[in-house]
Every structure is written in structure tokens, then in C-alpha cells.
């Protein structure tokens, strides 16, 4: 099986995911900036599957992280996988992208019982949520997505960026304090939850915010 996997949910990030591949990961690229999204997710992908010497033709699914992540950055790879997968007529899927940090942890040095992984929600918040281990299985989701300051989480070890911009409040693992979501990791977890007959999610996005862009109200009269 091959995987397109695509996450923007911080920065943007694809990666080839194959079953016959000895570490799974065929290629895959990210970027460290957070904010040009939509200008260098598509040439990055044709860069990929170039590389690689495939096309559409040979991809068996689309998997893309559905967030959290701010409203502008996530749209731009869930609107690019939702494009690939109508064009190709593929099968498209979707992972909350907090899952992938969550699987970097469980196959670390660092892994523990319960954890909590979170991102940069900007506005002095974080992305969390709460995930168990345990021994040989993939990581459980056993509460959020959830946006909130980084002061309110549970007293828990904390993985992911958002555990280093708030170190002085949390308990953040200095190994993983930059470490965002990225498609390679996240397109593991959905080839292993596949594999394991688990369901995945559909594209729907997970903003957990009202957008800033407000339809304007009627006017108010003068007088």
C-alpha cells in the first residue's frame, strides 16, 4: 500500500508512506516555516512523487491531518489532499495531526504511560491532547483536541512545540520542545491503524476556534 500523506497543521509537510518499504517512509519534505503553506505544499509534492518516479496512478490512498491548526495554514493541505484524491480518484482519509507527535513519543526513549502532546495555538495557547501507552500498541487518544492556556493542562509530561514555548509552566520534554506534526510520522500512524483494521477520520477539519473573519452584521442606523 502507498500513502500520500499531507499535514499543514503547523508547518507543511508530505511524505510517501509504503508498506514495502523497510522503514516505511519512501521520501518526504517539511518546512520550518509556519506560514507559507500554500506556496510550497504543491511543488513540494511534485518534487516528491518525481523523486520517487510515481504519479497519482500509483498512490493506493490520501491521508491528511485534519489539525488543530490555524484556519489558513490547514486549509491549504486539506483543500491540496481533497484536490489529489477527486483528480486521482483515490480514497482520502483523515488523522488528527497531534497523533503524529504522539507516535514519535511512543516510539522513543521518552514514552510513558500517559502523555499529553501539544502545538503552538498562538494567542498565548496551546493545542493539546491526552494520549495512554501501552506496551506494543500505537498511542490512544483518550482526551481532546483541546485549546486552552498552557497553565490549565494536566500535570503530565508534555511533548511538541507548545511544551517548549511554555516550559516554565509545563513539563516539557527538551527532546521534543520544537518537535511539530509532520507527514511522515502522521502517514505511519495511519498506515498502522489500517494495518490493524482501526478507522480513520474523514477530511473534516478541526479548527476548535471561530474564525476571525465575521460576516458583517446590518447596518446600524444613525439615528
Not at 491549504?76 to 507527535?101: C, E, H, Q
Not at 521518552?110 to 500498541?137: H, I, M, S
Not at 527538551?174 to 511539530?180: C, G, R
Request: glycine share 8%; aromatic share 6%; hydrophobic share 45%.
Amino acid at each position: 500500500m502507498l500513502i500520500l500523506a499531507i499535514d499543514t497543521s503547523a508547518v507543511a509537510s508530505a511524505a510517501l508512506i509504503s508498506d514495502d518499504a523497510m522503514e516505511s517512509v519512501v521520501d518526504s519534505f517539511a518546512t520550518e516555516d509556519t506560514r507559507s503553506h500554500a506556496e510550497v505544499l504543491a511543488p513540494g509534492i511534485e518534487k516528491l512523487l518525481a523523486g520517487a518516479g510515481i504519479n497519482g496512478a500509483d498512490i493506493d490512498a490520501i491521508v491528511t491531518g485534519v489539525g488543530p491548526g490555524p484556519f489558513t495554514g490547514l486549509r491549504s493541505g486539506i483543500a491540496t489532499a481533497r484536490t489529489l484524491a477527486f483528480v486521482w480518484n483515490k480514497p482520502l482519509y483523515g488523522l488528527m495531526s497531534l497523533d503524529a507527535i504522539a507516535l514519535e513519543v511512543a516510539e522513543s526513549t521518552k514514552a510513558a504511560p500517559e502523555f499529553l502532546v501539544a502545538t503552538d495555538a498562538r494567542r498565548k495557547e496551546v493545542y493539546w491532547a491526552r494520549y495512554t501507552l501501552a506496551e506494543g500498541q500505537l498511542p490512544e487518544l483518550v482526551a481532546g483536541p483541546h485549546v486552552g492556556f498552557a497553565s490549565e493542562l494536566p500535570d503530565l509530561p508534555v511533548f511538541g512545540a507548545g511544551a517548549g514555548l511554555y516550559a516554565d509552566v509545563l513539563t516539557a520534554d527538551e527532546d521534543f520542545a520544537s518537535t511539530q506534526p509532520d507527514a511522515a510520522s502522521l502517514g505511519q500512524f495511519a498506515l498502522a491503524r489500517i494495518t490493524a483494521g482501526q478507522p480513520l477520520m474523514d477530511s473534516t477539519p478541526l479548527y476548535l476556534r471561530e474564525s476571525d473573519a465575521q460576516v458583517p452584521g446590518p447596518r446600524k442606523r444613525a439615528l
